[in-house]
Structures are given as C-alpha cells and as structure tokens.
C-alpha cells in the first residue's frame, strides 16, 4: 500500500500543488489512509502557488494553502510512490537520485488504466530501472540494450501533463481537469489495493 504519495513538477507552483491538493481532497472523500506532498525539480522552499492554481484548489473544495517546495533526498526518501507531471521531470529524479528507480512514474503512466498500456509500462520500467542500476553502477549499457530501451517507448501513449504556467484561468482549467481525471484514477487504483 502506498501511504506517502510525492508528486512532483518543475517549479510546484502550477501542476504538483493542483494534484497534492485534488488528491487529498478525494482521496480523504474516498477514506484512504495516505499523505501527500508536493515538490519541483527547479522549485525554491516557500514561494506561493499560482494565482490560478490557488483559485482552483478552491473552486474544486480543498480547504487547505499550500507553497512551494524543492524536491530533496529527504523528500524522495519519505515518498513510497513519487508521480510526475512529465518524462522530464521523471528523467531527472531517475538522475539525481537512481535508488529511487522503483517508485517513481509519471501520474499519468501509474493511473493509467488500459490493461496493455499498464502491461507496456510494467515492463518499460522494469527494463529501466536495470539500465539505471546497471549506469549507477559504472557498467555499460550496450546497443541492444539501447534499441530494447526504444523498443519499450515506442506506441506508448503521452504520458506528459503540459505547464499552464504562463496561461489564462482557462488553460490552468484545463490542466486541472486533466490531473483530476487521472486522480480519480489513481485513487481507484488505490482503493483496489
């Protein structure tokens, strides 16, 4: 079970903070047992979220005031499972901290319900996480291996949240609607056990 769940964008003003607070809401409405953070890759401690972000969290009932956080050691040590907003931001915690190679996703590929595309991740990271231990441990990763890495990729759909950051109320909307959406899924998938 999956008790500290860590999301994790660019600068957790836009993205990360709308699916911390979306999923506390309803996973608390769904009466899971779970914590929840959020951090960015490139974030300062105790900036404040959007504006826009901040409205939404309202609008959609989540009570609480959330700033941002720089996603540390620490941070990913607490999580048991840590969801992305984008590749990207996947990539880079796969970089700076390798150990964490088993638990994290992107929120979009961890929710995703449609039972070749999970089977189609499943093993995308489970051949990653070798390649990652394989590169942390100084070894070499041969073309095959490479070619089997694109291989895996290939036909997966996009598992990216786009950055509003910058947008109107309405693209900032549109992001939360997404992110919801794959919530709700995620919490399903929670409640399953």
């Known amino acids: 079970m999956y008790e500290r769940i860590l999301f994790v964008c660019t600068g957790n003003t836009c993205r990360s903070p709308m699916a911390e607070g979306l999923f506390r809401k309803l996973a608390a409405e769904a009466g899971l047992n779970t914590d929840a953070r959020s951090a960015g890759v490139s974030a300062w401690d105790g900036s404040p979220i959007s504006k826009h972000s901040a409205n939404i969290l309202r609008s959609r009932g989540f009570a609480g005031s959330l700033t941002s956080s720089a996603l540390t050691g620490e941070t990913i040590a607490w999580a048991d499972l840590i ?22 996703y992107t929120l979009k590929e961890f929710a995703e319900d449609d039972p070749s595309v999970t089977e189609t991740v499943a ?21 095959d291996e490479l070619r089997r890495a694109k291989q895996l990729g290939l036909g997966m759909p996009d598992f990216d949240i786009a950055d509003p950051f910058g947008g109107d109320q309405e693209i900032y909307e549109q992001c939360a609607d997404e992110i919801e959406s794959y919530v709700v899924r995620l919490i399903r998938k929670l409640a399953q056990g």
């Open 83 to 104: 969801l992305t907003m984008t590749t990207g931001h996947k990539q880079t915690i796969l970089r700076r901290y390798p150990e964490s190679a088993d638990k994290v």
């Open 123 to 143: 093993e995308q990271q489970r051949f990653h996480s070798e390649l990652q231990i394989k590169q942390a441990l100084g070894q070499t990763i041969t073309e």
